[in-house]
């Protein structure tokens, strides 16, 4: 599979095969905002609930009892089309840049049933030490969980899976001539 452009023109036409990991959300009518479509921030929501069932139910991630925390350094959604309650929407999830302790999601919404994308958005996250919870540290010097990354490498493209790769590979070699 080719790398996908991050461009908006690229964004616009993802369909559900560009995502590694699909689930089914149901609208409530309190999604909707005063126009008669999902609210912006709803979208977000989304994607929370994507990427945190995942990182559960696919790498083991226990939230507030694991020795570290995933923590949101940034968020972002561009639109294409509405959704509106009663829509049942489909959330597809891929990793598009995995680093030391940080990983970059994207994810795409669709309407069910329909091959058109109406927003492609995401998050980063910075694994950080989880001292006990709710008190969080720095970045672990040896990078996050090691389930964390085979979990992430599972949703990841050819092309950002070499460029992981390719990272650790020099990260080890500078570690090895310090």
């Not at 899976?161 to 310090?178: F, S």
């Amino acid at each position: 599979m080719p790398a996908l452009g991050l461009d908006l023109a690229s964004k616009r036409q993802r369909t559900r095969a560009d995502y590694f990991y699909l689930r089914t959300y149901r609208l409530r009518w309190s999604d909707n905002d005063v126009f008669g479509h999902v609210n912006n921030p709803y979208y977000g929501v989304l994607a929370d609930s994507i990427i945190n069932e995942y990182m559960i139910r696919e790498c083991g991630y226990r939230t507030a009892h694991h020795p570290q925390a995933a923590i949101i350094a940034n968020t972002y959604f561009d639109y294409f089309g509405s959704l509106s309650y009663p829509d049942v929407v489909e959330c597809g999830l891929r990793v598009v840049k995995l680093g030391k302790t940080s990983v970059m999601y994207e994810v795409g919404v669709f309407r069910e049933g329909d091959e058109k994308c109406k927003a492609v958005g995401g998050s980063s996250h910075i694994w950080v030490e989880q001292k006990k919870p709710g008190e969080l540290g720095r970045p672990v010097k040896e990078g996050m969980p090691e389930e964390m990354r085979r979990g992430y490498e599972r949703i990841m493209g050819e092309e950002a899976r070499h460029g992981a790769e390719r990272a650790r590979g020099e990260a080890e070699k500078a570690k090895a001539r310090l």
